[in-house]
Nanobody
Framework: QVQLVESGGGLVQAGGSLRLSCAAS????????MGWFRQAPGKEREFVAG????????YYADSVKGRFTISRDNAKNTVYLQMNSLKPEDTAVYYC???????????????WGQGTQVTVSS
């Protein structure tokens, strides 16, 4: 079992930045692909970013490409999502997720955190 806990969400003005963290316990994350998803009210959960188990490969939704950066520190068992140039449409609950093998953009991940709220005001 892997337990994931997100932190770092909050309220920020448009154009601002936040860094989300996802800390894992129970098992090392080094063999898992990691993803960040988000879900706004009334909308489906959508893929935001993913990173391969070894770290060199990253994937982004078109809507966040160039503004968000996903990274991981396997020694700390933590994954990060640096979010810059935030827009009101980025407002959502953000979830981190882990799965064995490859990053995928659908929410078919094995483990999920509880989510952290990100609110971007205009």
């Amino acid at each position: 079992q892997v337990q994931l806990v997100e932190s770092g969400g909050g309220l920020v003005q448009a154009g601002g930045s936040l860094r989300l963290s996802c800390a894992a316990s129970g098992r090392t994350l080094s063999s898992y692909a990691m993803g960040w998803f988000r879900q706004a009210p009334g909308k489906e959960r959508e893929f935001v970013a993913g990173i391969s188990w070894s770290g060199p490969r990253t994937y982004y939704a078109d809507s966040v490409k160039g503004r968000f950066t996903i990274s991981r520190d396997n020694a700390k068992n933590t994954v990060y999502l640096q979010m810059n140039s935030l827009k009101p449409e980025d407002t959502a609950v953000y979830y981190c997720a882990a799965r064995a093998h490859l990053v995928i953009t659908t929410p078919k991940y094995d483990y999920w955190g509880q989510g952290t709220q990100v609110t971007v005001s205009s």
